[in-house]
């Protein structure tokens, strides 16, 4: 079963702080983590989040975005804008409720990544991510408050929820391996210099949809490997 961890890069509003700990505890997330806050923890956050002041009091904070997720095995990042075309796989994004279901599958932390209130999350943050989610708004407005965002992705997460169900494996040191043989694939068949950054952006997104069983990841590292091996006697 997922271990989910809220974190909020650089929240401005320490009310939207405090009002997203009250929706952790609502749906039984524990861990939260920020990311350079612009503001501090004060008595208008711990009144916005009720009885759920424990998890402030536990909140973690890190100078980047890097330190922050260093040591979650799956990365989920949220925004209200999205591509038009599929071509463009940085912001390709999938519906929150599609998400919800396929990510019970994962057994590890799996980082839930919300942006700044103003600016949401640079392309460099998405890009490091291993999936998009976008949740369902009007197109007249589609941004939504923070800690909004957080209660609607947080309760579909816990309506989709069934202890005891199998679940795999796959942790961040598997993730990193496999895009790391994908990466010297593409050095190895001289992949066009130009293309590689989106390209990798697009095998990211597409093993992050996919979800694959640890059974499925060594089958899959296997033909990596000996394809890379084969391409490497050739030259």
């Not at 809220?6 to 700990?21: F, M």
């Not at 350079?36 to 916005?48: N, T």
């Not at 919800?100 to 103003?118: P, Q, S």
Request: proline residues 4%; aromatic residues 10%; glycine residues 6%.
């Amino acid at each position: 079963m997922p271990e989910f961890v809220v974190v909020l890069v650089e929240p401005k509003y320490s009310g939207n702080v405090g009002a997203v700990a009250r929706s952790m505890m609502n749906f039984d997330v524990r861990r939260l983590v920020l990311v350079k806050p612009a503001c501090p923890l004060d008595q208008a956050c711990y009144a916005r989040a009720m009885h759920a002041t424990g998890i402030l009091d536990s909140a973690v904070t890190f100078p980047t975005f890097a330190d922050a997720t260093k040591d979650l095995d799956f990365l989920v990042a949220t925004s209200s804008v999205e591509a038009h075309t599929e071509k463009y796989y940085l912001r390709n994004s999938i519906a929150l409720d599609k998400f919800a279901g396929d990510i019970a599958k994962v057994d590890g932390k799996v980082g839930l990544v919300f942006g700044r209130e103003d600016y949401g999350l640079f392309n460099e943050e998405i890009a490091v991510c291993d999936i998009l989610v976008k949740i369902p708004t009007s197109d007249e407005y589609p941004s939504l408050n923070l800690s909004h965002a957080v209660t609607l992705v947080l309760y579909e997460l816990y309506k989709e929820r069934h202890p005891g169900r199998k679940q795999r494996e796959l942790g961040r040191v598997e993730n990193d391996t496999l895009h790391g043989f994908f990466a010297e694939l593409l050095d190895t068949i001289e992949y066009p210099a130009h293309k590689k950054a989106q390209t990798k952006i697009m095998f990211r997104r597409m093993m992050g949809r996919a979800m694959p069983s640890l059974w499925e990841y060594h089958t899959f590292m296997g033909v990596l490997s000996k394809t890379l091996s084969r391409l490497k006697n050739k030259k």
